[in-house]
């Protein structure tokens, strides 16, 4: 018996629920797929033919959500909830893994697969969320930590661990570690809280703090790039953007990040060299964020500035 993956199983899915496991080769164009119940997958049996058809070269998938009783498809209509979020990271995978692990614009992840090496599939186990919300949240994990954007479909197969990834030689066993386990709400992913710049100009026009009723992140954000480009304080306008934005949740983390944002944006704008922007950030906040954390927050949020840049130059 797949001890590994049977756990794993058990972890993501509840008693009775229906579940979409994909054996695909890959000199085959055809994937082979088994609906079936949980308690049929872990049945030792059923796991041992698993392993036979792992050995003889098909890569093992599981769904990423729940499927409807008496499903016979893994298409969109027949996912029966949002059970996980998830991202893949193919490239820079251990420095973006990094990055994820110290931000605070996302939880502790529930699983993380190693599926080769430098690759990897995180998951948050979540609850309250409907398929519009996880999809917008699936594209705004994989644009803030450089994930697969197209892999944000509800209906999105995962690696199951305890079996051998065929598709690199010689084959890599794809692994499992359990940082966390909660289960999450939207309320724990602050991927929002920064205004997508890049429909915005560089420096806002505006001059003064907008009002209660126009208090929106893209209104925050142009004032911040005025008062910043003017000269001043960082310090002083987290304080006063954290004061002003007490409707949300987290004032302060609000504040910082649209801040330090901000800054790295026109930073980088002024030609400043990326490792400057990084070690500027990370000095201005040493007092207020664990040093642990510190550079991979800076680096993360630079890559989010220089993405900004980025599609203000195509769009």
Same mark, same amino acid.
């Given at each position: 018996?797949?001890?590994?993956?049977?756990?794993?199983?058990?972890?993501?899915?509840?008693?009775?629920?229906?579940?979409?496991?994909?054996?695909? $080769?890959?000199?085959?164009?055809?994937?082979?797929?088994?609906?079936? #119940?949980?308690?049929?997958?872990?049945?030792?049996?059923? %796991? @041992?033919?698993?392993?036979?058809?792992?050995?003889?070269?098909?890569?093992?998938?599981?769904?990423?959500?729940?499927? $409807?009783?008496?499903?016979?498809?893994?298409?969109?209509?027949?996912?029966?909830?949002?059970?996980?979020?998830?991202?893949?990271?193919? #490239?820079?995978?251990?420095?973006?893994? @990094?990055?994820?692990?110290?931000?605070?614009?996302?939880?502790?992840?529930?699983?993380?697969?190693?599926?080769?090496?430098?690759?990897?599939?995180? %998951?948050?186990?979540?609850?309250?969320?409907?398929?519009?919300?996880?999809?917008?949240?699936?594209?705004?994990?994989?644009?803030?930590?450089?994930?697969?954007?197209?892999?944000?479909?509800?209906? $999105?197969?995962?690696?199951?661990?305890?079996?051998?990834?065929?598709?690199?030689?010689?084959?890599?066993?794809? #692994?499992?570690?359990?940082?966390?386990?909660?289960?999450?709400?939207?309320?724990?992913?602050? %991927?929002?809280?920064?205004?997508?710049?890049?429909?915005?100009?560089?420096?806002?026009?505006?001059?003064?703090?907008?009002?209660?009723?126009?208090?929106?992140?893209?209104?925050?954000?142009?004032?911040?790039?005025?008062?910043?480009?003017?000269?001043?304080?960082?310090?002083?306008?987290?304080?006063?953007?954290?004061?002003?934005?007490?409707?949300?949740?987290?004032?302060?983390?609000?504040?910082? $990040?649209?801040?330090?944002?901000?800054?790295?944006?026109?930073?980088?704008?002024?030609?400043?060299?990326?490792?400057?922007?990084?070690?500027?950030?990370?000095?201005?906040?040493?007092?207020?964020?664990?040093?642990?954390?510190?550079?991979?927050?800076?680096?993360?949020?630079? @890559?989010?500035?220089?993405?900004?840049?980025?599609?203000?130059? #195509?769009?």
């Amino acid at each position: 018996m797949n001890q590994v993956a049977a756990n794993f199983l058990t972890r993501c899915f509840a008693s009775s629920e229906t579940i979409a496991l994909l054996l695909r $080769r890959e000199n085959e164009r055809r994937p082979q797929q088994r609906v079936v #119940t949980l308690e049929q997958a872990l049945q030792p049996r059923y %796991l @041992a033919w698993l392993g036979f058809e792992n050995d003889d070269g098909a890569n093992i998938y599981v769904s990423a959500n729940p499927l $409807r009783p008496g499903s016979r498809k893994r298409i969109k209509e027949c996912i029966a909830s949002v059970r996980h979020l998830y991202i893949d990271i193919d #490239t820079d995978g251990d420095a973006r893994l @990094a990055a994820l692990r110290a931000s605070d614009q996302v939880p502790p992840p529930t699983v993380i697969l190693s599926t080769s090496q430098g690759k990897y599939q995180a %998951l948050w186990r979540v609850a309250g969320f409907d398929f519009g919300r996880q999809e917008r949240t699936l594209k705004q994990i994989a644009s803030a930590f450089g994930g697969d954007h197209a892999c944000t479909d509800c209906n $999105r197969v995962l690696r199951v661990p305890g079996f051998a990834n065929h598709k690199y030689s010689p084959a890599h066993s794809v #692994t499992v570690e359990y940082p966390s386990n909660s289960i999450y709400t939207s309320e724990d992913f602050r %991927l929002d809280e920064v205004a997508d710049a890049s429909v915005l100009p560089v420096c806002g026009n505006t001059q003064k703090l907008p009002s209660r009723n126009q208090s929106h992140s893209e209104d925050d954000w142009a004032w911040v790039l005025s008062e910043l480009s003017r000269g001043k304080d960082a310090a002083k306008l987290t304080r006063e953007l954290a004061l002003h934005r007490s409707d949300k949740p987290d004032p302060l983390y609000y504040a910082r $990040r649209t801040v330090d944002v901000a800054s790295a944006r026109l930073w980088l704008a002024e030609g400043i060299r990326i490792d400057d922007v990084i070690t500027m950030l990370e000095v201005r906040r040493r007092f207020e964020i664990p040093a642990a954390a510190a550079r991979a927050r800076a680096r993360e949020i630079t @890559a989010t500035a220089q993405r900004m840049i980025a599609r203000r130059k #195509t769009a």
